[in-house]
Antibody
Framework: QVQLQESGPGLVKPSETLSLTCTVS????????WSWIRQSPGKGLEWIGYIYYSGSTNYSPSLKGRVTISEDMSKNQFSLKLTSVTAADTAVYYC????????????WGQGTLVTVSS | DIQMTQSPSTLSASIGDRVTVTCRASQSISSWLAWYQQKPGKAPKLLIY???TLENGVPSRFSGSGSGTQFTLTISGLQPDDFATYYC?????????FGQGTKVEIK
């Protein structure tokens, strides 16, 4: 059974960089899209972007320029970096997997709350 | 980007009710639509993909229909475990987007 687990600081200061890692177990990261999705408190789901196992990326236009998603196949991990954060970036951040021909999110991490505050 | 609009935002229903949630896309997305259920403090759970295909293990009281720009999620015989928020998601374009969610509450 594929499992995803987010990790990283729960508190980030304004203007700094938010960094999270998703560790995948129970399967390889090869052959799939790996996404970051966030949910601000009391709000809906926002797709941030994905990395394909080949290394190609695609980001939401609303965050493009501030977001970078990378992968480490040797560790079966992928990561999110979001620069110049503000309070509006406070959210639960989820990592998730989708297939190449089936780009819905079949597997999700449990989510991690990141608060932006000084 | 393709905008996804769900209605209603909140729905009050009783156990045993038939419940319908609607999702409308700003342009045709064929059948490239998924539905998720989310409970407080939990990650979303995939219910339906390709508009009408039930994910393994999801109860058959859940069903999906539609194509193009108009889609529906139906729960036939609402159960206590079904009170949650439901989201649609399009994966027609390369920039995936979600609806704003529909909360199903106890009447």
């Amino acid at each position: 059974q594929v499992q995803l687990q987010e990790s990283g600081p729960g508190l980030v200061k304004p203007s700094e960089t938010l960094s999270l890692t998703c560790t995948v177990s129970g399967g390889s990261i090869s052959g799939y899209y790996w996404s970051w999705i966030r949910q601000s408190p009391g709000k809906g789901l926002e797709w941030i972007g994905y990395i394909y196992y080949s290394g190609s990326t695609n980001y939401s236009p609303s965050l493009k320029g501030r977001v970078t998603i990378s992968e480490d196949m040797s560790k079966n991990q992928f990561s999110l970096k979001l620069t110049s954060v503000t309070a509006a970036d406070t959210a639960v951040y989820y990592c998730a997997r989708s297939g190449v021909d089936s780009a819905f999110f079949q597997y999700w991490g449990q989510g991690t709350l990141v608060t932006v505050s000084s | 980007d393709i905008q996804m609009t769900q209605s209603p935002s909140t729905l009050s229903a009783s156990i045993g009710d038939r419940v319908t949630v609607t999702c409308r896309a700003s342009q045709s997305i064929s059948s490239w639509l998924a539905w998720y259920q989310q409970k407080p403090g939990k990650a979303p759970k995939l219910l339906i993909y390709k508009a009408s295909t039930l994910e393994n293990g999801v109860p058959s009281r859940f069903s999906g229909s539609g194509s193009g720009t108009q889609f529906t999620l139906t729960i036939s015989g609402l159960q206590p475990d079904d009170f949650a928020t439901y989201y649609c998601q399009q994966y027609f374009s390369s920039r995936w987007t979600f609806g704003q969610g529909t909360k199903v509450e106890i009447k």
